[in-house]
């Protein structure tokens, strides 16, 4: 069965967001046998919604409305039944919310790769270590 897995992306070239809650979509990939299969590109309403903010520094401030607001926008996108997401960054709203969904993050830097592809391989080894076959 494998598990999913979640990728923050620009689309489907599969370049990697480095602010998660920005990245227009989401790469679903499903990993079993130590292999990565592409599933799908779900949207993230989260970054549509924010679009007009622009690329500068956007924080919201920590809060119970802001975090089931992320929230709102994973459920949206079904991240929930991924186990893992990879990111390079994770404001605090959507750490908690993606915490609140049971999904959990895995941290790369952008060293390891700029598209999901270029991740493989420190991926298998970080799923592996975790005990992810």
């Given at each position: 069965m494998g598990i999913k897995i979640?990728?923050?992306?620009?689309?489907e070239e599969l370049q990697i967001v480095t602010?998660?809650?920005r990245a227009p979509y989401f790469a679903i990939y499903n990993f079993e046998n130590g292999e990565f299969q592409f599933l799908e590109l779900r949207e993230n309403g989260h970054a549509k919604e924010h679009h007009d903010h622009g690329e500068g520094a956007?924080?919201?401030?920590?809060?119970?409305?802001?975090i089931e607001h992320h929230r709102h926008h994973l459920r949206k996108a079904n991240l929930g039944e991924c186990k893992y997401i990879v990111v390079r960054?994770?404001?605090p709203n959507m750490r908690d919310a993606l915490a609140r969904e049971g999904v959990t993050p895995i941290k790369i830097s952008?060293?390891?790769?700029e598209?999901?592809?270029?991740?493989?391989?420190?991926?298998r080894q970080i799923l592996q270590e975790k005990g992810e076959e």
């Open positions: 979640a990728f923050p992306v620009e689309g602010r998660t809650g956007h924080q919201e401030p920590h809060t119970q409305e802001e960054a994770l404001g952008k060293k390891d790769g598209r999901v592809p270029d991740l493989f391989p420190k991926l």
